[in-house]
Structures are given as C-alpha cells and as structure tokens.
C-alpha cells in the first residue's frame, strides 16, 4: 500500500479519481490550487484507490495524505 | 481633497501606494489577512486591519468588510492596487454608494470592458482593430467546431472571464477541440464563476505591445507610450520593458492613437492599460482593457519621470492633467523583472520562509518588493515576490545593468525564477530585443529539457 501525498502546500481544488478506482503510474489523481495555480498530483506507482483522504476545499501542507493506494 | 486612504490589497502594490500617499500628505490605512499579520505594508501604513482567514475571498475578497473598514476608520479614498478587487465593478459601485472614491474608473466603465466578449464588441465600436473571431458566446461543441472550421486552424480558445492565462488555449485541430472545450469552460465556471467560452483567430508569434493611458475626468487622454510584455510563462508576463524595442515610430503613434480612440470612447478615466498582438509585419489587434494600475507600471514611469499613483489619486480628485501627449517626452529605456517564488524549470511555486534575502544596488536600480528576509511566503497567493526595475539611457545599458543585478540578487530559503531571468536576459533574441510570446517555449525551455536528458 503507498501514499499520494501532497507535493506542497495550498488548497485541494479537485479530487479526480473516486474509491475503488484503477490508477496507472504517471496519472494525475488529484489538482492542488497554490499560489493562484494548478497544481496536478500524479500516483508514482499504480494500484486501486483504496481510501480518500483530502476532502475537496480542506487546505493540506507539504507531505500531508491526498489518498491510500493498494 | 482626498486625506486618507485605504489600499485593499497585499505585497509589493500595497507599499508601492503607501509611499506616495506618504509622499503627498495622505494618510493610509492597510488591510490584511491572518497570514499577513506580519506583512511589511501592514508596518508601513498609518492603521492597519485585520480582516479576515488566508483564502483571498475570506479577506482581500470580502466587499462588505473592506468597506465597514473605510467607513471605520473614515477613509474618503479606497485604492484596490492590481489584481483581487481592481477590476470588480460591484465593488466599485459599493464605493460609490457608501460616498468613498474609488481610485480607478467609475463602476460601468469597468463593467462595460470586464468581459472579454464585450470589450471586442465595443472596441470594434470604436474603431480599434480586433482579431478575426466571434462576437457572441459559444452554445456548446458543435457550434465550437463549426466557428473554428470556418475561422480556420489554429485557433485560440478563450473565457470571457478569464485572466491571468486561465480558461485560454491554443488549439491546432478540430479532434483537439472537443476536450480543451470541456475543460476550460470548467476551469472558468470554477476559477471566474462564468463559463462563456469564444474563439478568435490564432496570431502566429504575436508581440505583446500594450499602451498606458491616463485621462482625466475633463475629457484628456494622454497615452504615456507602450511596454512590450513579450516574454511570458504559463501566459504570464516575466520581463516588461518600456519602449518596445520592436515596433516602428509609425506603428507607436497608430497605436497610441488607437488607445485614446479607445479610452474616450467608453469615457474612461483615471490609469488604464491597452493590450495589443502585434503581428511580424507590425499590425496590431485589440486584446484586452485593464482598467487598473498594472504590475510592470514602473517601467513607464522610469522612461516618463511621472508618478502613475499620485496621477492615479489627482484624477480621482477631478485635478486635470498638467501634461499633454506633445510635452510627455520619453527618456532612455526601462526593463522590469518579476521575481517569482517558483522553481525556475517547472514554474510550480515554491513557498517557505526566506532565510537570506541581499538586494543589488546600482545605478538605475529600482526596487518593488513585498519580503525582507524571514519573511513567510505563503502558499495563498500570487507567487510573484519582488520586481525589479532597471533604467539606462539606452536599452543596451539598461539590459547590461540588469544582467548585473539580477547576478548580485540573492534570495535563500525558497526557490525563485531569479536563474530563469538571468538565462532569459543574456539569450540573443531578447539582447536584440526580437522578443515574442513565443520566446520561453522557443529559446528556454528546450535547453531544460537538454539539461534532463
């Protein structure tokens, strides 16, 4: 099981995947807005999106949990 | 006689109207967020409130507070700098009716230019030449695709509400089309609150040449010259300079005298920025109205030895201009950097604290800047940090003097774009000063990518 987590701070502007969901390495799971720009979170490796842990909205810092693959 | 102040905005714009109000007797009243508590404007101004969470529309956003704080503390003025409330008519018209000058043009001027799809519509009106497109919204795809087949590829994609290069897209092909609709039409429901999407015909390698106005509530416009914002990233100006090295004496005075068509046409008053594309061959297209001071000002301040802000504040004390287009004369060449808080390959922002922070001084060196050093960049807003302005009798010196500055400034603790501008500035095109939108993509990011590999 692995971590996506945040690459720095700012706001979850959107959560693209859904629980459940198969993710390839490379893909984009999740958009951060910091400093008035968007910044796409990729998995590093692929795997099933087992738990959402950010809520869209919730303002996370650097390394803090966006969600749980397995 | 406006006698007191209040800037509803943060970072350097803020101190940059601190010091003339200082400068002409007004008194200031700074507001700020939770996260700018220690904020040097906040220091710097004669009272300072606190109104509101981080997020920008918890604070520097919020209409009602600001205006409870004016009201408070008995400002007659409200300066809204660039950026967060500048361009807001609602705002202005609150200023309006609570009797508080708004320092800009009157609440309809701004509404009038504030969509992208309107302002074409009117400065066709005026007779301001405009890029082939469409004058109506975009229903959905199919009618997307129908215009743009008969405009013909490529194209540009854009939101009426969009800024800051959010909502717009080049797009080549009509499969490309389909899903760049999609999402930007999202994008700009999310980012503006407003979705309408058009196109306009793509102009290959454009200049970006845009004219500073100012006019007076007496019916004087006077253009104070243009600035080429050609080198941008992510749609962003990086590097300003004032005149444009590019375009012919015939072709500034075509375009100065389309900018004050334009202005008195929809009765502007007060600072106002004129954005133009300007093609090889030099013909220039409309492409959006500012109507507010802009971020690179200085550089037309640094050629025309003028104050835009104290000009800014005179205006809006109905004083009538004391110069016309004939007496403005330019002198020498102005170059502006902004210093982003951003990793310099990738362009994604980089807050922190700043551990260490020495700033080159020089002849010509001009300084516009929001951090000292330990100071907190947050991750709430624009990244830009700092500009930095050179002025030289010539544009050689002024591009010399700003090779050496940017060399000597030095900033630790966050990663800034300072290694990018210094590549950029010392790269022939732009030393020949042959500088399109094109030039990030064209001279410097392929050589990070040869970095990579």
């Known amino acids: ?27 984009d799971v999740a958009i951060l807005e ?3 720009m968007e910044i796409p979170i990729t998995a590093e490796v692929g795997g099933k999106v087992k738990k959402i842990l950010a809520q869209e909205g919730d303002f996370i810092n650097v390394n803090d949990d966006i969600l749980e693959l397995e | 006689m406006i006698s007191k102040i209040l800037i509803a905005n943060r970072g350097e714009i803020a101190r940059r109207i601190i010091r003339t109000c200082q400068k002409m007797n007004i008194q200031t009243v700074a507001v700020y967020s939770e996260a700018d508590a220690n904020a040097l404007h906040v220091k710097e101004a004669d009272e300072a409130f606190e109104i509101g969470k981080p997020p920008v529309a918890l604070s520097y956003l919020n209409i009602e507070k600001i205006i409870e704080v004016a009201k408070e503390t008995k400002a007659d003025a409200i300066h809204p700098g660039y950026g967060l409330l500048s361009e807001n008519a609602q705002f202005a018209k609150r200023c309006e009716e609570e009797g508080i000058r708004f320092i800009g043009p009157n609440a309809e001027v701004i509404a009038s230019i504030g969509s992208k799809l309107e302002a074409r519509k009117t400065m ?37 509400a969009g800024g800051g290069g959010i909502g717009m897209q080049r797009i080549d092909r009509e499969e490309e089309l389909e899903k760049a609709f999609e999402g930007n039409k999202k994008r ?36 104070l010259f243009e600035r080429e914002c050609s080198v941008q990233r992510r749609n962003q100006k990086v590097v300003e300079e004032a005149p444009s090295p590019f375009i012919s004496t015939s072709t500034r005075e075509k375009m100065l005298d389309a900018a004050v068509q334009a202005a008195k046409h929809i009765g502007y008053t007060n600072a106002g920025t004129i954005e133009f594309l300007v093609d090889g061959d030099e013909n220039f297209y409309f492409l959006e109205m500012n109507t507010r001071l802009q971020v690179e000002h200085p550089v037309t301040e640094e050629i025309t030895k003028l104050d835009l802000v104290e000009w800014q504040i005179h205006v809006a004390n109905n004083k009538p201009l004391t110069f ?32 260490e922070l020495q700033l080159p001084e020089g002849e010509g060196i001009r300084h516009e800047i929001a951090v000292e050093s330990g100071s907190a960049v947050t991750p709430f807003y624009d990244p830009m940090i ?10 050689e010196i002024a591009v010399r003097r700003l090779t050496d500055a940017l060399q000597q400034y030095k900033v630790t603790g966050i990663e800034t774009n300072i290694p990018m501008l210094l590549e950029v500035v010392q790269k022939q095109p732009f030393i020949d000063g042959m500088t399109t939108t094109s030039f990030v993509n064209d001279y410097y990011l392929p050589q990070i990518q040869n970095v990579k590999n």
């Open chain 1, 1 to 27: 099981m692995t971590t996506v987590k945040a690459s720095m701070a700012g706001t979850v502007w959107k959560i693209i995947v859904t629980e459940g969901e198969e993710v390839k390495a490379g893909q």
């Open chain 2, 324 to 355: 016309t287009r004939e007496s403005i004369k330019k002198h020498g060449h102005a170059i502006e950097v902004r210093i982003y808080a951003e990793n310099p390959k990738t362009f994604f922002p980089s807050p922190g604290t700043i551990t």
């Open chain 2, 124 to 160: 066709q009106k005026a007779g301001v030449p405009i890029i082939e497109g469409i004058d109506v919204p975009l229903e959905n795809i199919e009618e997307a695709k129908e215009i743009a087949n008969k405009i013909g590829f490529p194209i540009m994609l854009k939101a009426s």
């Open chain 2, 386 to 395: 700092a500009k930095l302005v050179v002025w030289g009798e010539t544009r």
């Open chain 2, 188 to 223: 700009a429901e999310s980012f503006f609150g407003d979705g309408t999407m058009y196109i306009e015909k793509l102009i290959e390698n454009p200049h970006h040449v845009e004219v500073q106005i100012i006019a007076d509530s007496h019916g004087n416009v006077v253009p």
């Open chain 1, 34 to 36: 910091s400093m008035k």
